[in-house]
């Protein structure tokens, strides 16, 4: 058998297990969400911030840090940044 013989059989071989491996997951998802379908928005998402406050002043790191960015994007535009 020649190198390209050998390398068609091994990709036909993957493409069929990834196809297996495929089914096997979207017929797992069918039956987990047959009984309870999950609906977009129906889900609680527990953002709040644990302590807000300490957006409102920003530290001195993050001010240099946005100088910085606030720098490069002006360099990357081929403008000076003044403060």
């Known amino acids: 058998m020649e190198t390209t013989e ?3 059989y091994a990709m036909v071989a993957l493409t ?3 196809l297996v491996f495929i089914w096997r997951m979207r017929m797992r ?3 987990n969400n047959q009984d309870d379908p999950t609906i977009a928005g129906q889900d609680a998402l527990d953002g709040a911030a644990i302590n807000p406050e300490q957006f409102e002043e920003p530290d001195d790191d993050a001010l240099d840090e946005m100088q910085d960015l ?13 403060e």
């Open 6 to 8: 050998v390398g068609t």
């Open 16 to 18: 069929i297990g990834l």
């Open 29 to 31: 998802n069918i039956v």
């Open 70 to 82: 606030l720098e490069k994007a002006a360099e990357s535009q081929g403008l000076t940044y003044e």
